[in-house]
Structure formats: C-alpha cells, structure tokens
C-alpha cells in the first residue's frame, strides 16, 4: 500500500464486492423490485412480491381458488384469512383476469389488462422509480435514483391502517362500499360520516371523537402494541382510544400479532388483532368506535357546501360589481356625448 487512501479505497472496494458473495441469496436485495421487474395473473408465473419475512404481499390476489379472477392489493400472507390491507384505486372495479404488473423502462408501474390501454398504477408520479420494497411493515415503498421515497402505500390508505402506520391530517380512509369516510380532520377531529348529506345540507356523522381545535396538525397512530391513539405534530399525546396489550400477551409466545383498524361498511370503526403464522383462528375484534345499535347520531355542517356557498357568494359580488361599473362608464360616456 503506498498511501493511507489507497488503502482505504482498497479496503471500500473488497468491502463492496464481498457483500454479495456474504450475503448471497437470502439477502434483501432478492425482495428488491428493479426496472423490467412484474408479476402476472398466469397460474404459472409470480402473482405477486412478497416482505422479507413473508408477512405481507403486493400483487394479485385471487377473487376465488381456481378462477382466473384477481384484485389488486397488499395483504397479510399468513393470517387465518389473508385479511386485504391495501387496495389501489383503479377507475375499473371489475376483477382482473390475464394482466401483469410491469416496472417499465421509464420507471413506471404499469398494469397491463388485455383488452385495455396501460396504466399507471400509481397514478402519475413526478419521478420516475428506481425499485420498490414490499417492506415487513406493510408499506410498499417506491424509491427514486438516489433512493428517496416517492410513493408509499401508507400515505394512500383505502379502508385500513395497520400497526405502524398513521393517518395524517386531512387523509381519510373509505369503507369498501364507498357508503362511509372516516377523516382525520385538519381540525385535528376525528369523525365517520356517511357521504350523503340530510336535507339541511349537512353530513351526516355517526361518530366524532370531540378533540377540535389544535395548534398542529393531529394524526391518527396505531402502534405495535394495538395503541390507537391521536397525536399532534410534537408527538403529544391528545387521546387514547385503546390502551394497547402487554407485549408478553399469551399470542406473541405463539405466533406473532398485527393489528389493523378498518373502517368497515356499516361505519364502523373496528381494531382487530390478527394472529400470524399460527393455528390460532380468525382476528378478534379489540375495540369499535361505536356500537351499531347506538342511535346518537352527531351533524356537521359540510366544509365543501361552506366553501362553495362562499366562492358563489364571491362570485355573485363581483358580477354585480362589473354590471355597475359598466353601467356608470355607459352613463358618463353618454353625458360627455351631451355636453359637446
Ligand atoms: C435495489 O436496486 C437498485 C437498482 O438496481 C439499487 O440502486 C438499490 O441500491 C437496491 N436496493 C437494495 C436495498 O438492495
Ligand atoms: C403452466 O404450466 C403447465 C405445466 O407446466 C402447462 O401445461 C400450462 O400450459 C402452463 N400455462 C400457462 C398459462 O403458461
Ligand atoms: C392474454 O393477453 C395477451 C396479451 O394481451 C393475449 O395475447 C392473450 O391471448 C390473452 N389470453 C387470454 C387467455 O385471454
Ligand atoms: C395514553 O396512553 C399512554 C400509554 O398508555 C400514556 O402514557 C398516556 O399518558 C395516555 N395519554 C392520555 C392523554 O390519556
């Protein structure tokens, strides 16, 4: 070695390429999705990418066993019922039958339907993607060139949020029938409304969780241990809906335990507790926001009728502004015409 940097850089290099070799097969770099990477519906194919661990998928699922029927998802691989945790939002509900996922040259996640023009999975992003990771989190994560996140499923939630994950402020979750919202309000409330409005223009609101009013932004938390809690921008505590199990709980000993919270279709709120990679049956229900036979109903008046009701109101203003002020030119034009 001539010099301490020679060695150094030396020292970098066998370091670099002796982690594949140390690594091997097992390493990550097997769940590392790549440009020209896809899954496909064909029985004989990958139908989907799994999590290091197994725990969760991205891909298609099957609507029935030995139909060539899918949906599109992220699901947990080993709980009793491959509870459906993520869904994208397609314009096309039908299920899917002969079509691939493709990360394309560009970048791009594209689902190929047959019959059907490409499209982009994700929506539109601004970057184009280097790889992804289903994560053991439940987060599918899409990266950029120098590996910053440009799309993750956790900031797009459908009807769920699983331990880990928050709901940030202004995000919502909607139920599968699409018949409720739970939004997390920038008021810093939490509340389930159904999307329909009573005749008095205001949404009607089965359950509101009276926190109103806070200096940050509130999000919704679900923890590991099954805490669902709101907290704000500093991480202070503003309230607990659960209190969330020991970790010692009798069903970590036997297998492991996801929580997840649904809002579900008759608008409720529900945190289950799902067992993974054991016999040990179906999830259980640990906490709902309301029981459905309560009758206390809570109205809120709609933002959006608010807010349009104000921008017509503006508009109305400015019209009759414009009529005046042509009015008047109209006049002080035909005064001038007089007095010549
Ligand atoms: C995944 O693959 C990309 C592109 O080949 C590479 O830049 C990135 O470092 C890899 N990431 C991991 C975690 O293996
Ligand atoms: C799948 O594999 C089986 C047996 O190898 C073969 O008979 C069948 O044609 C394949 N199906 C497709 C869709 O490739
Ligand atoms: C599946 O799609 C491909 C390409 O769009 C097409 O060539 C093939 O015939 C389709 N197969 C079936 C069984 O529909
Ligand atoms: C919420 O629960 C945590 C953990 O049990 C506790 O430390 C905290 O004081 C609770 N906060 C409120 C506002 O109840």
């Known amino acids: 070695m001539k010099n301490p940097r020679t060695h150094l850089l030396y020292l970098l290099l066998s370091f670099v390429i002796s982690i594949p070799l ?3 097969e097992s390493s990550v770099s097997k769940f590392n999705i790549t440009i020209g990477s896809s899954i496909s519906t064909s029985p004989n194919g990958t139908n989907y990418w799994l999590s290091p661990s197994g725990v969760y998928a991205f891909g298609f699922y099957p609507l029935c066993s030995g139909c060539d029927r899918y949906g599109v998802g992220i699901w947990l691989t080993k709980s009793y019922d491959s509870t459906l945790v993520w869904t994208p939002n397609l314009d096309n509900d039908e299920p899917i039958s002969n079509a691939s996922i ?3 040259q560009y970048g791009v996640f594209v689902l190929r339907r047959s019959g059907s023009t490409l499209k982009p999975l994700f929506g539109n992003l601004f970057e184009p ?3 992804a990771m289903m994560k053991d989190s439940g ?3 899409v990266y950029n060139s120098v590996s910053d996140i440009i799309w993750q499923s956790f900031d797009h939630p459908t009807d769920t ?3 880990g994950q928050t709901l940030k402020s202004g995000h919502s979750l909607i139920s599968k029938s699409l018949k409720y919202r739970l939004m997390m309000r920038k008021s810093g409330e939490l509340i389930i409304c159904s999307k329909f409005y009573n005749r008095w223009w205001k949404w009607i609101c089965n359950w509101v969780s009276h926190t109103r009013k806070r200096s940050s932004p509130v999000a919704l938390n679900l923890d590991s241990n099954g805490r669902l809690y709101l907290a704000d921008w500093d991480g202070l505590v503003i309230k607990n809906f659960t209190e969330g199990e020991e970790q010692q709980h009798a069903w970590s000993i036997v297998g492991k335990q996801i929580y997840r919270v649904t809002l579900e279709d008759d608008g409720v ?7 993974i990679g054991c016999d040990c049956g179906r999830s ?3 906490w709902e926001s309301y029981c459905s036979t309560c009758k206390e109903r809570d109205h809120v008046t709609s933002d959006f009728f608010l807010a349009f009701g104000i921008s017509f109101g503006i508009i109305i203003v400015i019209a009759i502004c414009c009529i005046c002020i042509i009015e008047l030119a109209g006049k002080c034009k035909r005064r001038q015409n007089e007095l010549k």
């Open 22 to 24: 140390v690594v091997g």
């Open 102 to 104: 493709v990360v394309d």
């Open 129 to 131: 993607a280097l790889y």
């Open 139 to 141: 987060n599918f994560v």
């Open 161 to 163: 949020i699983v331990s």
């Open 269 to 275: 709120l529900r945190m289950y507790s799902e067992r």
């Open 284 to 286: 259980v229900v640990l």
